[in-house]
C-alpha cells in the first residue's frame, strides 16, 4: 500500500495535534481507523471477488477442454463403432455367401452320387432272385466292394460307428 515510515508518521500526528488540538485529535483518531480498517476490509472484498472470478473463468476454460475432449473421444468411439459394425457385416455377408456355395456344392455332390448309383433291383420293380439271396447273404458294409471283415476307414478313425447286426425275425410284443 503506501509506503510511510515511522519518522513520517510523527510528523503527520504533531501536524495534526497542532491543527486540531487535544481535544478533537483523539475522536479524529478513531474515526481514522476506523475508516482505514473499512478501506482494508474493501480492498480485501475486492482482491478475494477478483481472485475467484479468475479462478471461475479457468474452471470454465479447463471444463470447456474437458468437454471437448469428451466429444472428441465419443466420436472416435463412434467411428470406431461403426467401421467395427461395417466390418461384421462384410464377414457375415461373405460367411453367409460361402454357406450358399457349400450348400450348392453339397447338393452337386448328392446329385453326382445319387447319379452315379446304379441299383439293377431297382429298375424293374420287382427284385430277381440272385439280387434277392445276395442281399440278405451279404454283410452289411458301408461302401460297395469293401470287405465285411475289414473295417472302413470311416470306423477306423472313429467317425462312424460299427454297422449293428440284422435280426430277421419281428420283435416281439411287449406284455
Known amino acids: ?91 457375415e455377408s461373405e460367411v453367409n455367401r460361402a454357406a450358399e456355395q457349400i450348400g450348392r456344392s453339397h447338393d452337386e455332390l448328392i446329385a453326382e452320387a445319387s447319379s452315379g448309383i446304379s441299383m439293377p433291383h431297382m429298375g424293374t420293380g420287382q427284385p430277381s432272385a440272385s439280387a434277392a439271396t445276395a442281399d440278405t447273404d451279404a454283410p452289411i458294409s458301408s461302401e460297395p466292394g469293401q470287405d465285411a471283415d475289414q473295417p472302413s476307414p470311416q470306423m477306423e478313425l472313429g467317425l462312424a460307428e460299427e454297422p449293428q447286426a440284422v435280426s430277421a425275425e419281428p420283435p416281439k410284443p411287449l406284455t
Open 1 to 91: 500500500m503506501l509506503d510511510i515510515g515511522f519518522s513520517e508518521l510523527m510528523v503527520i500526528g504533531v501536524v495534526a495535534l497542532i491543527v486540531l488540538g487535544p481535544e478533537r485529535l483523539p475522536r479524529v483518531a478513531r474515526t481514522a481507523g476506523h475508516l482505514l480498517g473499512r478501506f482494508q476490509r474493501y480492498v480485501a472484498e475486492v482482491k478475494t471477488d477478483i481472485n475467484r472470478e479468475i479462478e471461475l473463468a479457468e474452471l470454465k476454460k479447463l471444463q470447456t477442454s474437458v468437454e471437448d475432449a469428451a466429444r472428441s473421444i465419443e466420436n472416435t468411439v463412434r467411428s470406431e463403432v461403426r467401421q467395427a459394425e461395417e466390418e461384421l457385416r462384410g464377414v
